[in-house]
């Protein structure tokens, strides 16, 4: 005997989700059906939304049902004149949540990998080249994976802004805050030391 | 800056899902969005379908879209004289892997738990009653899980059963195969020893 056509089509929907296997898809096609059906209705119905609302931002290439995100539709971002070019829209969440940055983004949504045959024109950086000659801007922050693709992007895009005169900038590598010495790996070690501050 | 109400809508629904928290939950939400929206769209339609079409069968409590689940519409399976009662849909699927079993089965759908407000009447007990009466049934195997809750429930079944004159066995517990001996507890190794069989 094998679950009813309905049961075994969900357990199979569900392992479309990143991490989701076999077993996992089975708990929860179970845990939804038996204790919590109004919130799988509502997961459905924000899936729907979600998957035919969600556009990329005109500007920034974020993630956003809108024209233009809530950064690139806020007129003070541009006035610190800093564009930050990240990989992904976690990205922007993450150096939004230091609090410390005021500018606006670039979502590359990936980074250049020619093996998988992601070059320039997939990266939409065209678009970057036409924002990086519309505005004044005064710093370009790379903040890509520090990566073997990640740097190539970075380099590709520093490349790029040189050519309409901005300052380039990438973000510092080194052990982390809490970390131990001991246990950083070489390379981020060697960063580290490359990317030393004078004390003041 | 937060995410786009859709995303944050999204990201808050995909917590309904067992074992799933913020970080899965927009680690899920972006890779659907960046690789697998048809994969996500699907998803929103299985999980409407099943959410609203998916009930419990009349005889045995399964899940099944359908009046009767594939089990209790072949006749042949009651021919085998034996009813299984086990507490999940799951249980169900495991016991018909192994190929041993062809009779029925009854699902409670959880077991008996005064402390959470779960007695007989939550566990559609009277309809156990009915199917119990109904059918000239050879033998009850009790397959509820060996934990304090499930050896309760599977004690207020027996009790049911023996009112019905029909022969009530449990399953067997004990040191399971491919175990060693030194590692497993106590309680298990009990059962093992008090059910031990005669080699013939």
């Keep these: 005997m094998e679950f009813s ?20 898809a089975t708990r929860m096609a179970f845990h939804l059906l038996e204790r919590d059906r109004e919130g799988g209705l509502k997961l459905a119905g924000q899936l729907k939304a979600a998957m035919e609302g969600i556009q ?9 049902e ?18 930050c070019v990240v990989e992904t829209p976690g990205d922007v969440m993450a150096i939004e949540q230091t609090g410390l940055f005021a500018g606006r983004y ?11 045959g992601i070059g320039p024109a997939e990266l939409d950086l065209d678009k970057l080249d036409v924002l990086l000659g519309r505005e ?9 994976n520090p990566t073997v693709e990640g740097d190539a992007t970075a380099h590709y895009v520093a490349q ?11 973000i510092a590598h080194g052990v982390p805050v ?16 490359s990317g030393r501050q004078p004390l003041v």
Tied chains: 1, 2.
């Design 160 to 170: 790029m802004a040189r050519r309409h005169h901005i300052k380039v900038s990438r």
């Design 56 to 64: 990329h931002c005109q500007d920034c290439r974020t993630f956003t």
């Design 106 to 116: 670039f979502v590359l949504m990936g980074h250049l990998s020619p093996l998988d």
């Design 178 to 193: 809490g970390g131990e010495l001991e246990f950083v790996d070489g390379t981020t070690l060697s960063h580290s030391f």
């Design 5 to 24: 056509p309905l049961l075994r089509e969900l357990i199979q929907a569900l392992r479309c989700l990143p991490g989701v296997g076999g077993k996992s």
């Design 136 to 144: 004044p801007w005064g710093e370009l922050i790379l903040a890509t």
């Design 66 to 83: 809108e024209e233009k995100c809530g950064i690139c539709a806020n007129p003070r971002r541009l006035e610190a004149g800093q564009l």
